[in-house]
């Protein structure tokens, strides 16, 4: 079963995915292997976890400003989430590395949308429509 | 994407100010008198980095005063790096003359170049220099990425929004510590604390002291740049403001986090890169004494030359400093493991990145006392 909720477009399209869910912020530049999409900062909640292929749902970037290439390098490395969804405003370093890598990127969802989703519960953001539906499958 | 016909890379950067336009929620563009970019080392933006910026360079030139941020190593001085890394490094470079920037490779343009007059706006990547100059300035800028300052030197404008705007330059919440702050060090873990502890655009800092002198800013700036997203601090107090304490206990987890040796092999100064003042203050603190250790010093090339004028370079030297320019401790590729266990340092921004980055041990002293212990009279 679906469930939607409406959100915010920042960069425009369509990705589908395993959501992969933090409350934690990401320093890309420090945190993530560029080449696997590995997030490798022991003290990181998703220490070990890989953001390749996943619609990765976090409250935003931290520290370095170059975080915005390193997003665009795990795009040519074939290791980006499919989409990115913020649990806050996104912010300027995330918003810039999706344009550029042409990576979906939505924010400010309905209330309630938090709750509805687990860590491994497929996720489809379609920005461009402006929806984000996650396929419950305890039902 | 990005075949490099003519107006391609405008547009590549319109899409980027439409996408950071839309996440801050600006109704409009604004002209911008200066950027600065970050995204310069090979180590930080890689192969993908590197084929971008020449494709961008190929049919674009910037609009307005661009400045750009350290690269990878001094290229005046011979350096034990890979040829790959020296020819990806040049390619940066070229890409950035390409464009027209200014090729200052440094992180503290704000200590080099002339400063537009209170209430410009401007585009800042590199967070240390975005928080030094929103908070110590009076500029206006948003700590913009790597892209966006791109995107705003080639077209001379940045959306008007968050801190480009007087009602956001205002702290909601304001960290107090509840100890007595003394130096550069106690300023910078002040700042890792607050920058992850607020995620308010801007921090109120209450410190008690009435102006802080600029080393002190520069650490504060450059550590709230690291742990979080926030691009200001003021000291002034509202009275709806939140108050949080931080108190040693606070102090010291950071400091443990961060302190991952006892003692190092080598000291490494200069993230930000060192000012005039800094080294000023250093040569005073060697004078007459010889270092016991390595000591690599990063500054920018514009500074190095005056400090030349002044006889400063002569005298750190002649206590066996030694002088990087073009570079910062900061991704450095000259600072790795397999050269050095741990290192010696007073910056919480080095300290981070040193141990996340380059995996590096790091021992954190202030400055005073990295040079009373590893320096001796003659």
Redesign the interface.
């Known amino acids: 079963m679906n469930t939607c909720f409406k959100c915010?477009?920042?960069?425009g399209g369509y990705g589908i995915g395993n959501a992969l869910l933090t409350e934690e912020?990401i320093?890309f530049?420090?945190?993530i292997d560029?080449e696997k999409g590995i997030i490798e900062?022991p003290?990181h909640q998703l220490s070990g976890s890989s953001v390749k292929g996943a619609v990765l749902v976090f409250p935003?970037?931290?520290?370095?400003?170059?975080?915005?290439?390193?997003i665009?390098?795990l795009?040519?490395?074939g290791a980006a989430p499919a989409a990115i969804i913020s649990t806050?405003?996104?912010?300027?370093?995330?918003?810039?590395?999706?344009?550029?890598s042409?990576i979906p990127?939505v924010?400010t969802l309905e209330t309630g949308s938090f709750f509805a989703m687990r860590s491994g519960m497929e996720v489809k953001v379609d920005a461009d429509s402006k929806i984000v539906c996650v396929t419950n499958r305890t039902f | 994407?990005l075949r490099g016909e003519r107006g391609e890379s405008l547009a590549?950067a319109y899409?980027?100010l439409?996408?950071?336009g839309?996440?801050?929620?600006a109704e409009r563009l604004i002209p911008i008198k200066w950027a600065h970019i970050?995204?310069v080392?090979y180590n930080?933006?890689?192969?993908?980095?590197v084929?971008?910026l020449e494709e961008f360079s190929k049919s674009a030139r910037v609009a307005i005063r661009t400045t750009i941020n350290p690269m990878g190593f001094d290229q005046n001085k011979t350096v034990n790096l890979s040829e790959n890394f020296t020819q990806k490094q040049m390619s940066i470079a070229r890409s950035y003359h390409m464009l027209g920037t200014t090729t200052s490779f440094t992180c503290v343009p704000y200590e080099i170049f002339d400063i537009p007059e209170k209430g410009s706006a401007v585009s800042f990547?590199?967070?240390n220099a975005?928080v030094f100059s929103n908070s110590i300035l009076g500029l206006l800028t948003?700590?913009?990425?790597?892209?966006?300052?791109l995107?705003s030197s080639i077209t001379g404008k940045s959306p008007y929004s968050n801190l480009l705007m007087d009602k956001f330059r205002h702290a909601k919440v304001t960290v107090k510590p509840d100890y007595e702050l003394a130096t550069e060090l106690d300023y910078g873990l002040l700042g890792y604390f607050a920058?992850n502890a607020v995620?308010d655009n801007c921090i109120g800092i209450n410190a008690g002291e009435e102006k802080l002198d600029t080393i002190k800013a520069k650490a504060l700036s450059a550590a709230i740049?690291?742990?979080?997203?926030c691009g200001m601090f003021t000291k002034e107090e509202g009275t709806k403001q939140e108050i949080i304490s931080c108190g040693k206990e606070e102090v010291i987890t950071i400091k443990d986090?961060l302190n991952t040796a006892e003692d190092g092999d080598l000291i490494t100064l200069g993230s930000p890169q060192l000012g005039l003042n800094e080294l000023h203050l250093l040569a005073a603190l060697i004078e007459g004494k010889r270092l016991t250790k390595r000591c690599i010093i990063f500054c920018a090339r514009a500074i190095h030359s005056q400090a030349e004028h002044l006889g400063l370079i002569d005298r750190i030297e002649h206590a066996g400093g030694e002088f990087m320019c073009d570079s910062c401790t900061c991704?450095t590729p000259l600072i790795t493991r397999a050269d050095f266990d741990s290192v010696i340092t007073n910056s919480v921004k080095a300290a981070?990145?040193l141990n996340?980055?380059n995996r590096v041990g790091v021992c954190l002293k202030d400055l005073k006392t990295i040079m009373k212990e590893c320096a001796d009279y003659n």
């Open positions: 915010r477009k920042i960069v912020r320093n530049l420090s945190m560029t900062d003290h935003g970037a931290i520290g370095s400003s170059v975080g915005a290439y390193v665009y390098s795009k040519v490395n806050n405003k996104a912010d300027i370093t995330t918003a810039s590395g999706c344009a550029i042409n990127l924010d | 994407m590549v899409r980027i439409l996408a950071i839309e996440a801050t929620e970050s995204g080392n930080t933006i890689g192969d993908s980095g084929d971008f990547a590199e967070s975005a948003n700590r913009e990425s790597g892209l966006s300052a995107a920058g995620r740049g690291t742990s979080g997203s986090e991704l981070y990145y996340h980055s």
